[in-house]
């Protein structure tokens, strides 16, 4: 069993006030997660049994005055219809599970890790799905991930059995999700992923994506990626008629401590690239801390340094510094669900963004708090009308526990 104690503290500075996408102004949650997980091992046999249970629990501690983020993707803390934060919420739940085979199948609440449906865990309680789900390892170097989910909870609900809400248009009233896919390790250098979803009554989702890694010397490696996204719309259109395409590509190199890589991301498709809320079922470069550079025809670079502090005697200190810019989104042929318009009620064109985001992260090494992690969270943004200016702070601590 184990205890991951975290203190999260959050601060989202809306610079155009109310006048931003959405009405938002200030926002500001300082919480305590308690999330405790209980894996038991399985029974003997050909088929073996077992089970996996949680129980978590978020705390209030402060909300800037009632600056606690309302009905908005800020979600720290769940919120009442005055809007006002609750002082605490807990999620309880767990699953069967059986091994035969090299293969282990998992029934209840569940927490899939892929491109096209990822549980979501940037929030003080990580999100869940219910549903069946399966993990095959028959194969040296290859896994194979499926699975049917009836449900979610995302981070700011007790309730384990919420409908289907996506990031961009809102709920779905869809009775299930599919997910069929798998990764595959040629070596320790190039790995590859193909996994295709369905969100009944909304969308087919297929992604392709590869890893790259060439080592030159002892110190120098050249890295690279590509990552690919279909969605076309599926069953009776709920997030209307779309056939969209977006992809991005890296490319970079590791000298000794430090990491420099270049992405460039590009939407092809009339409309957002969607997904489910709060989730982290978006593998693409360029979606950030709190961009996605997703909008119809948009076109985005960035770049991104990264310095390990190991080499310099401060084992376990990292740093992080990343600019990305997006240009040339375009609703002009969105849908109805995706379309965005001004004041007027055209179509958004040739909308633009940037973000610049910061971090540090140390993990103790040694002692009696050896694996607290301690993270800090910068990011600024600057767009035209379709997106909000804000400056925002995430202060994480996280301290692990290992109960039995």
Known sequence: MSILNRNFYFNRDHRNGDTAPGGAGYSEAWAHGIIGKFESGFTEGTVGFGVDAFAMLGIKLDTGGGRNGGRSSFDVLPVDRAGEARDDYSKVGGALKARAFDTTVNVGDVFPATPVVHYGDSRLLPESFRGVTFVNNSLDGLTLQGGRLHSMSQPVSSNMRDNFVTFYAGGVDSPWAGY???????????????????????????????????????????????????????????????????????????????????????????????????????????????????????????????????????????????????????????????????????????????????????????????????????????????????????LIVEYPLSVL
């Not at 600019?323 to 040739?350: E, F, I, W």
């Not at 607290?372 to 702070?393: C, G, H, P, Y």
């Open 180 to 394: 069929f896919g798998g990764d595959y390790s040629l070596n320790e250098n190039v790995s590859f992923s193909a996994y295709s979803s369905r969100l009944k009554d909304a969308w087919d989702q297929y992604y392709v994506g590869t890893s790259l890694r060439y080592p030159i010397s002892d110190d120098v490696a050249l890295i690279g990626g590509f990552n690919y996204y279909k969605a076309v719309d599926e069953g009776s259109r709920q997030l209307g008629q779309f056939n969209n395409s977006i992809w991005s590509g890296k490319l970079g190199v590791q000298f000794g401590a430090h990491t420099l890589a270049l992405t460039h991301q590009r939407n092809n498709g009339d409309d957002d690239f969607d997904y489910l809320r709060q989730s982290d079922s978006i593998y693409l470069d360029n979606s950030i801390q709190y961009s996605d550079f997703n909008s119809p025809k948009e076109k985005s670079w960035m770049l991104r340094y990264d310095l390990s502090m190991a080499p310099y005697g401060v084992p376990g200190l990292s740093f992080m510094a990343r600019y990305g810019k997006g240009t040339d989104a375009d609703y002009t042929n969105a849908n109805s669900v995706y379309m965005r318009r001004d004041a007027d009620g055209n179509p958004l064109t040739d909308q633009k963004r940037w973000e610049r985001d910061f971090e540090a992260k140390y993990i103790v090494q040694t002692g009696s708090l050896k694996d607290m992690s301690l993270r800090i969270r910068q990011a600024n943004t600057r767009a035209t009308q379709f997106e909000s200016d804000l400056d925002e702070v995430r």
